[in-house]
């Protein structure tokens, strides 16, 4: 289970991650997770539905 210290590391990782192309992103969190396999699904978790949401929003505007 994650502490609230986890809970602020993952964050900071996410928004690192997101600043990166996203082909780029697993590789990073593979990297900056280490041996922590919580720490890293909850990552990766989260890239997955930014990821999505970006596509939502971008697939209607490259449509037009």
Known sequence: MLNPNDW???EDLFHRAC?????ERPAFA??????????LR???????????????????LREL
Request: net charge negative; hydrophobic share 50%.
């Open 19 to 23: 600043a990166l192309p996203e082909a």
């Open 42 to 60: 909850e990552l990766l978790a989260m890239l997955e539905v930014e990821a999505a949401a970006t596509e939502a929003v971008r697939k209607p």
């Open 8 to 10: 602020a590391h993952l």
């Open 30 to 39: 593979h990297e900056q997770v280490g041996d922590r396999p919580e720490l």
